[in-house]
Nanobody, 126 residues
Framework: QVQLVESGGGLVQAGGSLRLSCAAS????????MAWFRQAPGKEREFIAG???????YYADPVKGRSLISRDNAKNTVYLQMNSLKPEDTAVYYCAADRVPYRALGTTIISDFGSWGQGTQVTVSS
């Protein structure tokens, strides 16, 4: 099990940028796929971006081209840079860690992730 703590959320105007951070502790970090999800009020949690142990990345269509996921294995931290933010990006953003190490292909399935952070609120005003 790994413990995850997100930070960096807040209130931003449409068109602005935010960088979210997720600090991990408790097990080897570099071997695991890490991902960001979000959940808006009244909606299901949805996948946003993922980064494999190999540092390959993949994104959901709503944020593709506007977001960049990265990881710093020396700091056990994964980041999500979000640009050109829109009001529809308003949600609680969650960091998640894969259940298994060295996954070959990216996954967006919630049940594949065994550890979750507490979430950080992102609010985009119009």
């Amino acid at each position: 099990q790994v413990q995850l703590v997100e930070s960096g959320g807040g209130l931003v105007q449409a068109g602005g940028s935010l960088r979210l951070s997720c600090a991990a502790s408790g097990r080897a970090f570099s071997s695991y796929l890490m991902a960001w999800f979000r959940q808006a009020p009244g909606k299901e949690r949805e996948f946003i971006a993922g980064i494999l142990w190999s540092t390959n990345t993949y994104y959901a269509d709503p944020v593709k081209g506007r977001s960049l996921i990265s990881r710093d294995n020396a700091k056990n931290t994964v980041y999500l840079q979000m640009n050109s933010l829109k009001p529809e990006d308003t949600a609680v953003y969650y960091c998640a860690a894969d259940r298994v190490p060295y996954r070959a292909l990216g996954t967006t399935i919630i049940s594949d992730f065994g550890s979750w952070g507490q979430g950080t609120q992102v609010t985009v005003s119009s």
